[in-house]
């Protein structure tokens, strides 16, 4: 008898102890249900049908403005991480694959106190001009980076001819989309900040977007 | 007389222990009070900055009420000139958001919810996710920046000697914490953990933050200060996109949140 009561005593103690470290564990979730309480308006069906008239009024509203912000005309929206590149119309995804941006390489001058950052910028822009045929005017940093001499603004090293492709499309600051002649780094971090493309993938984009089209790089 | 002071000291030592024990046993309550009272100090603490609105019984009404502050909030990132993020726990997905324009969308393969955010009253939710949510600080296992320093080289020669690996090919561990002023923290992690590197981070990401939960309150009992609740939102994906994600936002970039 004495027995009994005394397995009875622990198995009430055990359940008690248990149930309390349940309590413990959820406890802030126990004071939070306790807590998130608030004033409700009761609404018959009548009230509620035009609530939720009124509501999906609202709300087609603001789809509208929100779906304003969205280019009628294509655009093109380039991924600098994975370096990757997705041309859409509207909603629509007409053709994505790889590109080429910035290396993030900061390279500094020798002996003078320059230094360049060869990174593509991230942000909206837009196509400001479009070239066929392009010529590269080399800037400094191609020569310093290559070890040479930096000659002077207009000389005939500084030009040159099919690096960039049959088209080049600027989105300011020197900033360009164009080809290359490297298609196997297509897909690495390796320009100085332009997005290269392949040759297929250039043409497309070139025709595809008039000046003006926006470009979205992240 | 010998027995009657070992009795003595017998009962000191039982008094002594009752004491401690009753000490222990304040100190418990004391801890439990305050744990468990930092969600419900964090509500009263939003809802002091909030008005009251109009909150109908009416489980359609909630719902559309949600995607209207969510409209609401995505509306009012429309005119930022930079890249924002927005978490749409109905549809899991991440995205940025520049411009009014969705240019980026990844799959959440895991979200987590606080209890706290999760029993929101509805009239707190829409004022708080009808507008974005201010990142105050964002940290990562990775940097922002992948900037490698490059001396340029003397001579076409010296050129050849100085070839560098493009981050993109090496794969890092991507832990995110963003924090925003109201004090909800978003940890955003690598839904897989391949290497051993991946599996370190991980433990070390989450021990660091139980580490600092335990500081905190620790601080909170020795100090008699309340103890400050953390809401938080934990969210999986693929680690590429992630990577995309916290390197295309800016350091205190807006956050817009919508759930059910």
């Given amino acids: 008898m004495e027995k009994k009561t005394n397995i009875r005593k622990w198995v009430v103690l055990a359940t008690t102890m248990v149930l309390l470290l349940l309590v413990l564990v959820k406890i802030q979730t126990i004071m939070i249900s306790l807590t998130a309480q608030e004033d409700v308006v009761k609404v018959d069906k009548e009230t509620e049908a035009a609530l939720l008239t009124d509501m999906q009024n609202q709300l087609a509203v603001l789809d509208k403005k929100l779906s304003a912000n969205i280019p009628k005309n294509n655009y093109l929206v380039v991924n600098s991480t994975v370096n990757e590149f997705y041309l859409y119309k509207g909603t629509n995804l007409i053709k994505s694959d790889i590109c080429s941006t910035g290396s993030y390489i900061l390279l500094k001058g ?109 | 007389m010998e027995a009657q002071e070992k009795n003595l000291s017998k009962s000191g030592k039982t008094i002594f222990l009752y004491i401690a024990l009753a000490m222990i046993l304040i100190i ?50 429309s005119k930022k000139d930079s890249i924002h993020l927005i978490i749409n726990v109905p549809d899991s997905t991440l995205g940025l958001f520049i411009n009014g324009v969705v240019i980026y969308n990844v799959k959440m393969t895991s979200m987590k919810l606080d209890p706290m955010l999760r029993k929101l009253p509805q009239g707190m939710y829409i004022q708080t996710f009808s507008k974005p949510l201010s990142v105050t600080l964002s940290e990562a296992s990775i940097i922002k920046e992948p900037i490698i320093e490059k001396i340029a080289p003397k001579n076409p020669e010296e050129l050849l000697t100085s070839v560098t690996t493009p981050d993109t090919l090496v794969h890092q561990p991507v832990f995110i914490k963003l924090i925003t002023d109201n004090g909800i923290h978003f940890l955003i992690t690598q839904d897989e953990d391949l290497t051993s590197v991946d599996k370190k981070a991980n433990r070390s990401f989450w021990s660091g933050r139980r580490m600092e939960r335990t500081k905190s309150f620790l601080t909170a009992m020795v100090n008699f200060q309340p103890y400050e609740y953390q809401p938080s939102v934990i969210l999986e994906a693929n680690d590429k996109a992630l990577t995309a994600i916290y390197r295309a936002l800016p350091e205190q970039p807006k956050v817009v949140v919508y759930y059910e």
């Avoid at chain 1, 320059?114 to 940093?141: A, C, S, Y």
């Avoid at chain 1, 298609?183 to 993938?201: E, K, M, S, W, Y």
Wanted: with cysteine.
């Fill in chain 2, 28 to 77: 418990i309550i004391f801890g439990l009070v305050k744990y468990a009272m930092a969600p419900v100090n964090k509500l009263a603490e939003w809802k002091k900055n909030q008005e009251t609105i109009a909150v109908y019984n009416d489980a359609k009404l909630d719902s559309i009420q949600r995607l209207i502050a969510y409209r609401d909030a995505l509306l009012s990132l």
């Fill in chain 1, 110 to 218: 020798n002996d003078s106190k320059k230094q360049w950052m060869f990174k593509t910028p991230k942000g909206e822009f837009r196509i400001l001009n479009k070239t066929k045929d392009p010529v590269w005017k080399k800037p400094d940093w191609a020569f310093v980076e290559d070890g040479l001499p930096v000659p002077s603004p207009n000389h005939s090293s500084r030009f040159e001819y099919g690096v960039l492709g049959d088209y080049s499309l600027s989105i300011g600051d020197g900033y360009l989309i164009h080809g290359t002649l490297y298609q196997r780094f297509l897909g690495l971090p390796v320009t100085h900040g332009c997005i290269r493309l392949d040759d297929a993938n250039l043409e497309l984009v070139y025709k595809s977007l008039p000046i003006g089209s926006k470009v979205f790089i992240f």
